[in-house]
Structure formats: C-alpha cells, structure tokens
C-alpha cells in the first residue's frame, strides 16, 4: 500500500513525495482513512511510530486556507511543539495553509505576527495558548480539528485542566477531534470518554527495544554515584552520549560534574534552560559541537536525535515506559548502541519494573579496578575490564 492510496489530497502527497516516503508506517495505514472519513480517533503509539504524519497529512488534506486557525494541535512540550509545526509547514507548504507556533518561555512578538498573519494551523503548548486566549490573540470558533497528542505525557505535567479549559473553548459542533497517547491510564480513558464522540481506537503493538542495544546495569553505592559516572565515561569510547536524569537540578549538577573533569564539550537541556539555549544545544549535539547532552525526559520523548552511540541514566527511571523512550535514542536503524544505567540500593524496585516492561534480564556489570565502597548489589555484579582510551582524536563507540 502506497501513500496515493490513502485518499490524500494532490498538494499534500506531493510533499510526501518531496520527502522520499513510498510507504505509510502501520498507524498512518490505518489512522488517515478513518482522520479523512471524518471519524475521531484514539491512537494508541509511542513516538518513532510515524503518528505525527499519520495525523498532519489527512488533516491537511481536508481543508483550505481561510486565514483563521482550523487545525489545533497541543503538545506537552516546546521542544515537541517545535517538531511538529516544522512538519505541518513541511507537509503543508503546497496547500497554502499557513502554521503559527506557540509556546512558553519567549515573547509574544513573532507568535502575534504568525496568527496575524492568518494561521490555519496553530501547534501550541496548553499554558502559552491560554495566555493567548486571555489576551484575545486567539480565538477558536473556526477550530475544525483538534488534536491532542501525547496527552499521558500532559497529564503527567499536570496540564490536564487547561487542556479541559481549550476542549471546551473549542467548538463541540462539527468538531473532529484526534487523540494520541502511548498510555491509556484510567485518567486518561475518562478524559478520552469525555472530548471524544464516537471514537475508532487505533492501536500500534509497542514499541520494544531495539536488538542492537546491549543494556547493563552498574550497582554503586549511593555515594559513589558521581564518581562511578565519571570512570564510565572515562573508560567508554564514544562518539556522542546522552544522559538523563530525574530533574532539572540534577542535570545541571552532573553538567558541571563532567565540565570539571576537563569535557567542555557538553550540554545541559532541561525545561529551566531558556528556549533559544535549549534549541542550541540540542543542534550543537546533532552537529557534533557537544559530544555529552545531559538531560531530563523531556529530552526523551519525539526529539529526533539519530547517531547517540550511547544513553546513561544516572538513576533508574522511576517510570518503565521512560527507560524505553531514553534508551531509544540510541540504536536507532540497525545501528549499535550501549545503555548503562547507574544502579543503587534505592532502586531495586524500578530496576526489576524495567526487567518486566522490556521482557529482558539486564546484566549487571561491575568495572574492574574501580575503586567500589562495598554494597550487597556488587556481589552478583561481573567485572568489567577496563580499556584504554584510543590516544588522539575523537572517541569511537565501543
């Protein structure tokens, strides 16, 4: 099955074609026929799935340019945000709708000029687009289709009560709405009962880790955690490394930890760190000008990073579902790639909730030589041997 088979509009698969695709990923199959037939939708997808398109292409097949916004699009996070008003432009740049994009933590300036300038899509975040509504910047009596997507990612946030607050700014009559989330806790699955009319459930099996990651956890005591990080990237030839921590302080902490030990070459992004840096330093890694990006999970989900030889978490995830996203930065298309995550006593319970999501044992690895305060973990733990940095030059994934 093709993408001219799907009943796109001609402008709208001339961009497909522009961009090389031949054939739609399983949820785009299966989402844009029901998305063009008018039906609200559940789709149930991680990201890397291909939803974005599966849910940009119809939408933008159905309707013309009047200059007032018809296509709503919330998303948990800037960087998100950012991501998909880049792929409506792109799929939409021969049908003559234009795209505003509005979020958080900049001025209003250039996002008045974007709805002035007549809109017909608008990606925002739920905070930034409230301030608009209260401002009477934007007005939502045109809204056609509403999409909410990553909405367990929303509720995690706790953006749920303004994303009720734009549901009901939005017209109930006539109104499409698509709905898009990787879990469905009961929350969520009220929520879903409550904005959605008549919903066709979409659902893609999930997301498993790729084969070509080699996991291994590393117990230490808590008080080594640091120090243990530091010899781990040391002794681990790499060429770009990306790790996460619980929180914004933490990140922070373990960039200026590694910035002490003589790495300059290293970022730290998190949602504390204005727009612009954040957008500088997540294009300073892909383009090779930092080698280390030390980030939270906001990082984790929809930020299209390939080539990450490796991912460290400083601590387990406490979510198991996070350990997938984060780990999936890395062996993406068939490429190898290594997932160390930093283990202590405290989190033995997390560690085994992982184990059971991705339906594997990770081995646990101890480094030989390092200098190990004692911990009942380190008794089952193997010991990996050391090896030397290569002399000169960047380092290469082991």
Same mark, same amino acid.
């Given at each position: ?238 060429? +770009?490394?990306? *790790?996460?921590? !619980?929180?914004?302080?933490? /990140? ?5 930890? %590694?910035? &002490?030990? =003589? ?45 990450? +030889?490796?991912? *460290?978490?400083? !601590?387990?995830?406490?979510? /198991? ?5 984060? %780990?999936? &930065?890395? =062996? ?51 010991? !990996? ?12 994934? &082991?």
């Amino acid at each position: 099955m093709g993408f001219d088979t799907l009943g796109l509009s001609a402008p709208v698969l001339e961009a497909v074609k522009e961009s090389g695709y031949d054939n739609p990923t399983p949820i785009q199959a299966q989402a844009i026929p029901l998305i063009l037939a008018g039906k609200d939708v559940i789709g149930a997808s991680q990201t890397g799935t291909g939803k974005t398109a599966a849910f940009a292409l119809p939408s933008l097949s159905k309707l013309s340019p009047i200059g007032r916004p018809q296509i709503l699009v919330l998303e948990p996070t800037r960087e998100l945000a950012h991501q998909v008003a880049e792929q409506f432009e792109h799929y939409g740049k021969h049908t003559g709708l234009k795209v505003a994009l509005l979020f958080g933590g900049v001025g209003f300036g250039e996002q008045l000029k974007a709805l002035e300038a007549g809109a017909d899509v608008v990606v925002a975040t739920p905070g930034r687009l409230v301030d608009h509504f209260y401002r009477a910047t934007m007005r939502f009596n045109d809204v056609k289709i509403l999409i909410l997507d990553e909405v367990d990612r929303m509720l995690d946030m706790g953006f749920l009560p303004q994303v009720r607050k734009i549901v009901n700014l939005c017209p109930w009559e006539g109104r499409q709405t698509l709905f898009f989330s990787a879990t469905m806790p009961p929350a969520i699955q009220t929520f879903a009962q409550w904005c959605l009319h008549e919903p066709v459930s979409v659902e893609i099996a999930r997301r498993a880790v790729a084969s070509t990651v080699t996991h291994a956890f590393y117990p230490v005591s808590m008080d080594q955690r640091d120090e243990l990080l530091l010899a781990l990237l040391d002794q681990t030839e790499y060429h +770009s490394v990306m *790790i996460f921590t !619980r929180t914004r302080k933490e /990140a922070d902490q373990v960039c200026a930890l %590694i910035k &002490r030990e =003589g790495q300059e070459k290293v970022a730290a992004m998190h949602s504390d760190i204005g727009q612009v840096d954040r957008m500088k330093a997540l294009a300073g890694f892909k383009s090779g000008e930092f080698e280390v990006l030390v980030a939270t999970d906001v990082a984790a989900r929809g930020i299209d990073i390939s080539g990450v +030889s490796h991912v *460290i978490n400083y !601590r387990v995830p406490e979510n /198991a579902e996070d350990y997938v996203h984060r %780990i999936g &930065r890395t =062996g993406r298309a068939e490429a190898e790639g290594d997932a160390f995550t930093l283990l202590t006593a405290d989190e033995l319970e997390y560690a085994k909730s992982v184990e059971i999501f991705i339906d594997q044992k990770i081995q646990r690895k101890k480094l030989e030589n390092f200098p190990y305060i004692y911990t009942a973990l380190l008794d089952d733990s193997p010991a !990996r041997p050391i090896r030397k940095k290569p002399q000169g030059g960047k380092k290469k994934r &082991r």
